[in-house]
């Protein structure tokens, strides 16, 4: 069957987390303390960056752990939400996340989101990385009230999008939330890990960056 919409979760498959999350870490350190030995300030923002498990630590466990460990307490009154309006600012594409995306429309494919997170904020990360004039659609967690992996959120996104589940694909690089909520909905997931290799014991498509996606079989139908 042809495949007739690709959905993309967005932080670290389109865009390079990694990159905007170390830029907003080394604004809130900035902001937060006084005259640091930069190398010091380094290894703070690189333990932030690990604290913060790709996006899916909570917020407050940081801030516990900057306190615990650095003894640096954070300002803002409410950081999860100071770190949600904040992010998005910084959002870069992956280099090759926007020619991907138009080759994929050139196969007559429609392009959509699935992500999770606040509905404006998520909406200005692609708006900001320079790729929202590429989808048709997006479907973000905080309209609906779920999240990923709940299957309801995928159910929705290919509805909107007018197809079968069987003639979709969703690309994310969170396992459990991505692959498992994409497989319990019927659709073709294809999981995304930039990170090097990673053992995988079942039969998924893995790719190590975004344009790998072009290649796979699922596109060559």
């Known amino acids: 069957m042809r495949i007739k919409a690709v959905f993309f979760d967005f932080d670290d498959t389109l865009g390079d987390r990694n990159q905007y999350a170390w830029q907003l870490w080394h604004r809130a350190i900035i902001e937060n303390t006084n005259g640091m030995d930069p190398v010091v300030q380094e290894a703070i923002i690189q333990d932030c960056l690990i604290w913060d498990e790709n996006g899916t630590a909570s917020k407050q466990y940081i801030v516990d752990k900057l306190k615990q460990e650095y003894g640096i307490e ?9 770190w949600n309006v904040s992010l998005n600012q910084y ?3 992956f280099p090759d996340s926007r020619r991907t995306i138009e080759e994929l429309k050139k196969r007559g494919c ?9 509905s404006e904020g998520q909406r200005k990360k692609i708006e900001n990385a320079g790729l929202a004039d590429l989808f048709d659609d997006a479907v973000v967690s905080a309209d609906y009230g779920i999240s990923k992996p709940d299957v309801r959120l995928f159910e929705i996104a290919v509805q909107r999008m007018h197809v ?10 969170i396992f459990s939330k991505d692959i ?3 497989y319990r909905a019927g659709m073709n997931p294809v999981w995304i890990w930039t ?14 960056q975004i344009s790998e996606l072009l290649e796979l079989n699922l596109f060559q139908q």
């Open 164 to 173: 079968l589940p069987e003639e979709s694909v969703m690309v994310g690089d």
């Open 195 to 208: 990170w090097g290799s990673r053992p995988c014991a079942v039969d998924i498509p893995v790719i190590h």
């Open 110 to 118: 429609q392009i959509g989101m699935i992500t999770n997170g606040p």
């Open 180 to 182: 498992l909520g994409a």
């Open 91 to 93: 959002a870069v594409a």
């Open 74 to 82: 954070l300002s803002y009154p409410d950081f999860t939400e100071w």
